[in-house]
């Protein structure tokens, strides 16, 4: 498995602000994907972001109000803008660990946004 | 894109029972994952199993890939069993390393 720090691990925010959520990789990994879970809900990818270009957005989703950054093969941030109660979410950070016939995704313990 | 759809949404059981958790999905994967996220919100992958059969201790998955459904059976249930299981599918078209997620099933396993 790999061990995936995020933080902070949980946060309240007033609306109009911003959230930056870190995440950190103890190993190199090309891929870094990035979930919303809302409230009683399942999970919805947001992006994907890979190191040395830019984030690709899922449909939905848009760089202005969640920019992502890259910097290098294991670590990642991601910013939540212009905060509304209806951000208020759980975000993940996930990447995939391979063995010998097996790919896995490993997540994150999540940050826990609550807007007011 | 893909349709994931889980059954049941919900599921009560006492300890020692059994269960099987569905996981239908619409269209042809190459990945598919079950994950349990217990009740303090962490997602735990339990299986990769885009196709076949794997066991690991009281839990096994199987896959029919050319039906387009997934299983996952749950032996002799445990109160630390309780939490939501989701399964998770990638496709051919647009990667499969990305994953679309279902609906999930609420499991509680009570004393």
């Known amino acids: 498995s790999a061990v995936i720090s995020q933080k902070p691990s949980r946060d309240i925010c007033q609306r109009g602000t911003s959230l930056t959520i870190q995440c950190q990789v103890d190993?190199?990994?090309?891929?870094m994907f990035w979930y919303r879970q809302q409230p009683g809900q399942s999970l919805t990818l947001i992006a994907t972001?890979?190191?040395?270009?830019?984030?690709?957005?899922e449909s939905g989703f848009v760089i202005d109000k969640f920019p992502i950054s890259r910097p290098n093969l294991t670590f990642s941030t991601l910013t939540v803008s212009n905060l509304s109660p209806e951000d208020s979410s759980i975000y993940l950070c996930?990447?995939?660990?391979?063995?010998?016939?097996?790919?896995?995704?490993?997540f994150g313990s999540g940050t826990q946004l609550s807007v007011l | 894109g893909i349709q994931v759809e889980q059954s049941p949404p919900d599921l009560i059981l006492q300890e020692g029972a059994n269960s099987t958790l569905r996981c239908n999905f619409s269209?042809?994967?190459?990945?598919l994952q079950w994950f349990h996220q217990n009740p303090w919100g962490q997602l735990i992958n339990l299986f990769y199993?885009?196709?076949g059969t794997k066991q690991n201790g009281r839990l096994s998955a199987t896959t029919v890939a050319t039906e387009r459904y997934s299983l996952l059976y749950i032996s002799s249930s445990q109160t630390t069993d309780s939490g939501v299981y989701f399964c998770?599918?990638?496709?051919?078209?647009?990667?499969?390393?990305?994953?679309?997620f279902g609906t999930g099933t609420q499991l509680k396993v009570e004393l």
């Open positions: 998770a599918v990638g496709g051919f078209t647009g990667g499969g390393n990305k994953l679309t």
């Open positions: 996930s990447v995939y660990i391979s063995g010998a016939s097996w790919e896995k995704l490993f």
């Open positions: 269209d042809s994967v190459n990945n």
């Open positions: 190993s190199q990994v090309t891929m």
């Open positions: 199993i885009p196709s």
């Open positions: 972001a890979n190191q040395g270009s830019e984030a690709t957005y």
